[in-house]
């Protein structure tokens, strides 16, 4: 008989050769197994092996009725027999094989019943078919629309790989057939084989499958940056135990790039140690430098007490300064007292903002310095200025001493975070009221003239040490690339220092080297990070659970105050970058409403 298939979606009866079920229309796809057939529909799936389909269960039905009805109709017809014949004779046979009755020769006038035929004979009987059901072949290059549904089946199962090479292959052999699908489909293919790569850790075939798809679309962003990423880590991991300084330039960049690609903080870690552990024997004053790094990424009990030990051979080998005839280079002279800081507290009596002075000489708390006032910035002879948040005087406002009444410099209740200039004719501010845009503008206001020059857009500005120079929050043109970015105090072309967007309240070191700035963009919470003043690179940073933020350098350059919650209320901490030891100052207040609008501020 011939062997019967059915549709795997709606059982009807299909045949060999065919690609479409006719009663549904589902794709057909055969293996190898003749008595199993599977559909698709839209894309290949695999689908559980299914019982016989109905045809076959009547075959059956119709095969086992014939079957039973001539083992009775046997019966009868032996029992008729035995009735009519002689006694048998009983036959010695196993246990295991069934009695064979013997009928009695009947005389030729009584006629003999046709066998019955058995099951097998039955079956036997039926006709049989020598067809062998074809296989679907190989999509032909020949036709596009194959190859073009085969390469969509790949892609409609995510198997990227694949679904690459067919779309390559038609491509090259057909390239005007659906040309801009083929291509949106190889490219999404690359660039998802390109990210399956890099989380397996195969660099080499993510880079392959990256600059494969770029070639698609040049202009990708999101693929120029993935393709950087991954040549930055390679570049840094190869230098591993080979070059140092190489490693560590590479994966410091990608560090400031993405610090949370790979496990690129823990190489940066490897390879700061490594160069420390190089350096220590015969250059422990180098080496020091290198395990404050560390420690900065990973706080090891290990390179602690590798840090005390190059510290005491540095110590004990630092030679004593030769007389030079050449002339040693002029620096800025920076003033070495302790100075005070101003910061801002919340009495929750009054439920307001005030701003108090600590000595940090005596490291005693002074008085109020101005009531329902926030974020102070110091000038000369005592002179304050502050953003006044009282009914009758609030926008920026100056406090010749502290606890003297406000003299209103603004009117504006948005004037916000003023900073005094360096040489004190001015104050630096920002405001989102007075341009109709509502974005914040940084503005510069003459003390003595009361005129107010705009600079631009740009929050939570501060200047440099000679005060040529702004370091402010803000964007491109265009609203993105935003972070720290540097602009001439006489206005100009902003130049861009940091490329986290967070990255605000910037301070910059009076020795004019360093910028601390807070971000809550490159860790989990808000910390304090120190960049190098020219190029940006992140060299320094604090790492906490809690957050840190609003930093102020000292007058020395050699430390950095900044307000935490980290041991429950808000307190003031010194972090110095001699050993990056961080200990506690004074206390602020239990809370802060809105703790990133108070600040500090540092002067001699």
Not at 102 to 127: F, G, K, N
Not at 218 to 225: C, K, Y
Not at 332 to 338: M, N, R
Not at 528 to 540: R, S
């Amino acid at each position: 008989m011939t062997t019967a298939y059915s549709c795997g979606n709606c059982g009807a009866e299909i045949i060999p050769g065919q690609n479409e079920c006719p009663q549904c229309g589902s794709e057909i796809v055969w293996q190898e197994a003749t008595t199993l057939v599977r559909y698709a529909k839209g894309t290949a799936r695999l689908r559980p092996r299914r019982g016989p389909g109905w045809q076959q269960l009547l075959l059956f039905g119709v095969i086992g009725i014939f079957i039973l009805g001539g083992i009775l109709m046997a019966g009868l017809w032996v029992a008729q027999q035995v009735r009519t014949s002689r006694p048998a004779q009983a036959v010695a046979r196993p246990t295991s094989i069934p009695i064979a009755v013997q009928p009695t020769p009947q005389p030729e006038s009584v006629l003999e019943p046709t066998p019955l035929p058995t099951a097998t004979e039955i079956i036997a009987a039926e006709p049989t078919s020598t067809e062998t059901p074809t296989l679907p072949a190989e999509p032909s290059e020949d036709d596009p629309a194959e190859a073009f549904e085969a390469a969509q089946r790949s892609y409609d199962l995510k198997d990227w790989q694949l679904a690459a090479s067919q779309l390559r292959a038609l491509r090259e052999a057909h390239p005007d057939y659906q040309r801009e699908q083929v291509e949106q489909m190889l490219f999404d293919a690359l660039f998802n084989l390109a990210q399956m790569r890099e989380a397996a850790g195969d660099m080499a075939a993510a880079r392959s499958a990256l600059d494969e798809a770029i070639s698609l679309r040049p202009d990708n962003g999101e693929l120029v940056s993935m393709q950087q990423r991954i040549v930055i880590y390679e570049t840094g991991v190869a230098a591993l135990g080979q070059n140092w300084e190489d490693a560590i330039n590479a994966l410091s960049a990608l560090f400031e790039l993405d610090p949370e690609f790979r496990d690129v903080p823990q190489r940066l870690f490897e390879a700061y140690v490594g160069y420390a552990n190089s350096l220590h024997d015969e250059q422990p004053c180098a080496a020091v430098a290198q395990y404050q790094l560390a420690l900065q990424i990973q706080r090891a009990p290990q390179t602690r007490a590798r840090l005390e030990d190059a510290r005491v051979r540095c110590g004990e080998s630092a030679p004593t300064p030769e007389p030079d005839a050449s002339p040693a280079p002029t620096l800025p002279a920076l003033d070495t007292s302790p100075g005070r800081i101003a910061f801002t507290y919340f009495d929750g009596a009054k439920g307001q903002y005030n701003v108090r002075l600590w000595d940090a000489a005596t490291q005693t708390m002074g008085a109020v310095a101005a009531e329902d006032a926030l974020q102070p910035s110091l000038g000369s002879q005592g002179a304050m200025a502050a953003r006044s948040t009282a009914e009758q005087t609030y926008g920026i406002a100056i406090y010749d001493q502290p606890g003297a009444l406000p003299q209103r410099l603004t009117k504006e209740i948005a004037d916000n975070r003023p900073r005094w200039s360096p040489d004190r004719q001015s104050i630096l501010f920002d405001s989102d009221k007075r341009t109709g845009d509502s974005k914040k503008h940084l503005y510069v206001i003459d003390v003595n003239t009361r005129s107010v020059r705009h600079l631009g857009e740009g929050s939570s500005g501060n200047w440099s040490p000679n005060g040529s120079q702004i370091v402010f929050n803000g964007c491109d043109a265009s609203g993105s690339e935003c972070g720290l970015w540097t602009i001439n105090a006489e206005g100009g072309r902003p130049r861009r220092l940091t490329s986290a967007a967070n990255d605000s309240k910037a301070s910059w070191s009076p020795d004019g080297k360093y910028i601390a700035f807070m971000s809550n963009s490159r860790t989990p919470t808000w910390d304090v990070f120190v960049a190098e003043a020219d190029t940006g690179n992140v060299a320094l940073f604090t790492t906490d659970a809690a957050n840190d933020g609003l930093p102020v350098w000292s007058p020395d350059s050699k430390s950095i105050a900044f307000l935490s919650d980290r041991d429950g209320g808000w307190a003031a901490y010194r972090w110095s970058l001699d050993d990056l030891s961080v200990n506690w100052m004074f206390d602020v207040s239990q809370t802060l409403p809105d703790w990133q609008e108070a600040s500090l501020d540092w002067r001699p």
